[in-house]
DNA sequence: TTCGAATTTTCTTGTTGCGAACAAGTAAAT
DNA sequence: ATTTACTTGTTCGCAACAAGAAAATTCGAA
């Protein structure tokens, strides 16, 4: 009767707590994000969710702009992961095209990860500086890669050689997250979400296209 | 000795009061949300820098989410002035080129009320939904305009008749905010946000722009 | 019209509850 | 035993509200 049946928590090494405890905490912090958004995100309720004390998160991460930072940072990874697969070893415009597809069937699984990354960007206008500097940090290594596909598509000839290589890279960078701001705020829309990321990629294009073929750019839609 | 000479505190009206205290507020909350970030601006702080007590911007505006819906209303209010004054009665791409250049120039100004919206703006994200559904008429507001210029554009003929009026206005909308995101993020970088102010002019004359004068669009810089 | 309560509106001081941050302790692994 | 993982206890600051003080307005007389 007053037996208990209990999972096989036996003994678990430091390492394993610790990387166990790392997940269930982003996890929770993830979800409390995306139920009530970062100001309503307390350390206090991610401990307890995770199903530790309501200290828990506080003393693993020190404070909440570093938990916050750190969702970021471990989101962030995976994404880029996720992107490289998606560009594998495209160049020019094919690998712009396939990054932007890959960035909408990512918001339009609407993954939770992703949302909370998202939302967690905007909040790096704040004055935050831990966050605002992985932000800054992911921010510099997208443009790297768009610049990088601008520039293997030049070569290859398939890129009109005077692009104004860094400036359509920041305008790409830019328009992203014009993108994915209106999706954080109408997340149903997903046809209208969908349109903006048919219109960037025509947009990159018109911009990229040698002016030879320029006139014969595909309407949108 | 003991005379002191006082300010003409004299008698002020009840108008007068509220509105005095009005615009006293506004502008400690804009002040201090520059400063310090939407979540550091604390409504004690914002009521002793108006020169009040700590309880006066809570009890004026009943909340801090309230306080920050009425400052995006009235800085609102006023762009949409200015906005208009700047595009006067053109049509078409020149309508949308003086708004983009507009709206360069308010940013570069830098005016702190101007900072201070968007930054609410991008707090519109979270889960306060007064401030999202002002957010989300202006928004809606400025989308309208667009269409309307581009309507009006492909009327005089100047715009390609068969363009996608509101995908095209959605993509101009998505753009600006995005652009607006970098401005926050790094606002010395003058010449950058000038630069993906031209890039979205260029882009929107990219599309709109009738098929036969499609490859004389100017370059970037 | 003018004086002066009574009333309404504006603003302040008092209080509560909650969360972040930290301190000091307990339990678990090495 | 010693280090590492985690919890309970405490402090401080802020948002939100309550109840009171001060300023303006209304209104009924003379």
Redo the contacts between chains.
């Keep these: 009767m007053d037996v208990i049946v209990r999972k096989p928590l036996a003994r678990r090494s430091h390492a394993e707590r610790t990387a166990q405890a790392e997940t269930k905490l982003v996890d929770a912090a993830v979800a409390l994000i995306i139920e009530?958004?970062?100001?309503?995100m307390t350390l206090k309720d991610v401990g307890e969710l995770a199903g530790y004390s309501r200290a828990m998160a506080g003393w693993r991460y020190g404070s909440k702009a570093s938990l916050c930072a750190y969702v970021v940072r471990a989101v962030g990874d995976e994404w880029i992961q996720a992107l490289q697969q998606a560009v594998q070893d495209k160049v020019g415009l094919a690998a712009i095209h396939a990054a932007t597809d890959a960035h909408y069937r990512f918001v339009r699984t609407d993954a939770a990860r992703i949302r909370a990354f998202y939302?967690l960007w905007?909040d790096?206008?704040?004055?935050?500086l831990e966050l605002?500097q992985v932000?800054?940090n992911i921010?510099a290594r997208r443009q790297r890669d768009v610049e990088a596909w601008i520039k293997s598509g030049i070569a290859h000839g398939l890129i009109r050689a005077?692009a104004?290589v860094s400036?359509?890279a920041?305008?790409f960078?830019?328009?992203?997250?014009?993108?994915v701001?209106?999706w954080?705020?109408t997340p149903t829309a997903r046809h209208?979400i969908k349109?903006?990321h048919e219109?960037?990629k025509?947009?990159m294009t018109?911009?990229l296209i040698p002016?030879a073929n320029?006139?014969s750019a595909p309407?949108?839609?």
Tied chains: 1, 2.
């Design positions: 009530r958004g970062i100001g309503g939302l905007f790096s206008i704040g004055p935050d605002k932000i800054v921010h005077d104004d400036g359509v920041a305008q960078c830019a328009t992203i997250i014009g993108v701001y209106q954080l705020v209208a349109a903006l219109g960037l025509q947009q018109r911009a002016l320029a006139v309407r949108l839609r």
